[in-house]
């Protein structure tokens, strides 16, 4: 598979398969988020990743109930020990540089028969009570990963032309 088909069949999934994802797969998945790319190389990104049952269920919770939460037999919680540095353009790096390695994690599930799902849709608190993490960690997304139980729907997405300009704004 080629990146372009890996991008073309990525799609969010909340149907999760009873069946445990691979070590091998796994690790595979979370070296492809370690060598991601990160301004001045600061590499901010921390996972937590969880396989226990009851502890997904309280994630599940945690993400206002959303089922596939509970239901993906691994959920990647993706932090960042920052220290909120602001780069020159005025933005934060770090919830670009965790969103970049997210993306390079759903991007590898796919290549192994894997799906993932963003989730931004939860209580950072409540997650960070759950899994013991400290005050001072950002807690990005939350991404369940596991073999789809799900379809594809249509791509809505908006056309080349309405987001592209070339050489100057709106041309
Ligand atoms: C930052 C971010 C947060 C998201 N949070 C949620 C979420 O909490 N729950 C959910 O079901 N989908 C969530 N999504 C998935 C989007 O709804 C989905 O990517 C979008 O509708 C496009 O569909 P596709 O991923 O299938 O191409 C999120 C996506 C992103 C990028």
Known sequence: MDVFEAIQQRFSVRRYKDQPVEAEKLERVLEAARLAP???NRQEWRFVVVTDAEVRQKLMAAA???GFVGQ???VIAACAQTDEHVMPCGLMCYPIDVA???EHIALQAVEEGLGTCWVGAFDAKAVKE??????EIRVVQLMPLGYPDDQPGAKHRLA???IVSYEKWGQ
């Not at 759950?130 to 005050?135: D, F, M, S, T």
């Open 38 to 40: 990160s301004a001045s």
């Open 64 to 66: 206002g109930g959303q």
């Open 72 to 74: 993906a037999p691994v």
């Open 100 to 102: 970049i390695a997210l």
């Open 130 to 135: 759950i899994l013991g993490i400290p005050e």
């Open 160 to 162: 080349l032309e309405q």
